[in-house]
């Protein structure tokens, strides 16, 4: 417990703020005990630990049930007294009180009592996501992690307007900024320049961030939760344009240039406290040949895949084919046929799905499966991963949330037109079948009213559509 009544946060590392009020400490979306997705995502640069006593934690706000947020293996170190917050909205309380945390469910517009002068509250936003306010009287900190970047407009606007309406003086906005996701850099297509696709992507969500720091006006803005470096060697490549090109507080500098608000690109271990910068810590550029250096035994690990047997590959297959099976009138509403292979990292099998007419097939291959220049999308992975995603609920989120599996194109055509998506679908666990994708009218109508936005240009960038994000050499 804390003696003095100043408020002062402290920046642990990636999604994890430590605000400490009233004689209570908050602590947002730990993690920290070993990489998320899998051997996926690796926290970069390493989180400060030794600024949290996990032993007198008062409370733990887990923002939403994404790895790198509500991370099992870090919420487990910590003492039991610890109490956890989560949004009654969110179906996480449940396997939270399973490891052994009281857990209270805060519904929207619920203040909740920290201390005598400290309240809390958590909003639902946008795709089962939530931000967080903290206010002691004196001063008021804004978390939105993940909840605002990605959001559509209208959204960011209605939270902007919901805030400083409620909290006229906002001291703090840590918000996150991050492209940490599948997408686009999961993605190999004939002519693509990889590069400054990332950067393309990066780009949206820092201009993302700096227009959601403009509309609430904080005292100070601060960039965070992206704290993540990749270490497979197909992604490897990642990690300096994205982090480096441009930062998200340039962007809002030259954007804004006469905003009073202070934007800081922090690092672990900076401090505030009552308004004023204690320990300026501020981030520096990644550099992979120093991640290399550093990081050889975790870049060893996060290409390390334990063999799997035939039997396990062929069962499999039994369980996609199932999943299809009950996707099948979604499916059958794509026009025309392909063929899209599996390949598994971790076997000398994998898988060949066929689509001719009305059939949809899915049969084990040998061999090396590259030999199969047909194919319309191939998709690498491991086959636990797969596994997952065909078994567990949100379980695809180790593949197109994490960075699970790389998508090949042959063709630069059917990648404009996201075939990928059918993959996608079948690979995703369905205990009944999708929706159609004409909504409740005629595929005839539907094509129509799509022709008639693109013509008139309503139709809005799709934040997954190949063809609003991919950058070809030479253009």
Sequence with gaps: MREDTDLKVTFIGHASVLVEAGGTTILSD???????????????????????????????????????????????????????????????????RRMGFETRTLRPDEAFQLADNTRCWIWPTHSHDTLMVIDDGQEVCVNTNDALHAAPQHTQDAFIKKLTGMFPKIDYVFCGYGVASHFPNCYEVP????????????????????????????????????????????????????HNHERPTDWFLNEY??????????????????????????????????LRNEHANDIVRANRCALVTDQAVTKLADVLQKNIDVCWDYLLEYDGDYQFVIKLRNSNLGFLIEKQGSSITVSTVHGNIDAFRDYDVLYKTRLSYLRRSLAQQYGSEVLFVGSGGIFVYRAAKDARHNLHRELRTMMTLHK?????????????VYQKKQFAKRLLRMQPTGLYDLKDWLVFSGQ
């Design 30 to 96: 730990p993690w920290w005990s070993g990489p998320c997705f899998g051997a996926q995502w690796w926290i970069y640069p390493p989180p400060r630990t030794d600024l949290v006593d996990i032993d007198n934690v008062d409370y733990v706000y887990i923002s939403h049930g994404h790895h790198d947020h509500y991370h099992p293996s870090t919420l487990k170190t910590f003492s039991r007294k610890t109490k956890v917050l989560v949004s009654h909205e969110l179906d996480l309380a449940p396997s939270i």
């Design 191 to 242: 002519g693509i320049d990889r590069i400054r696709t990332a950067q393309k992507r990066q780009h949206f969500f820092n201009r993302s961030w700096a227009r959601i720091i403009h509309g609430l006006e904080p005292k100070y803005g601060f960039p965070f939760a992206a704290n993540v470096v990749f270490y497979e060697d197909d992604l490897f490549f990642v990690n300096e344009p994205t």
């Design 257 to 290: 240039e006469n905003s009073p608000t202070q934007v800081m690109d922090i690092a672990p271990g900076f401090t505030m406290r009552d308004g004023e910068v204690e320990n300026k810590v501020l981030r520096q550029p990644v550099s992979g040949t120093k």
């Design 432 to 444: 009944t079948c999708p929706p159609s994708r004409f909504g409740g009218s005629a595929k005839w």
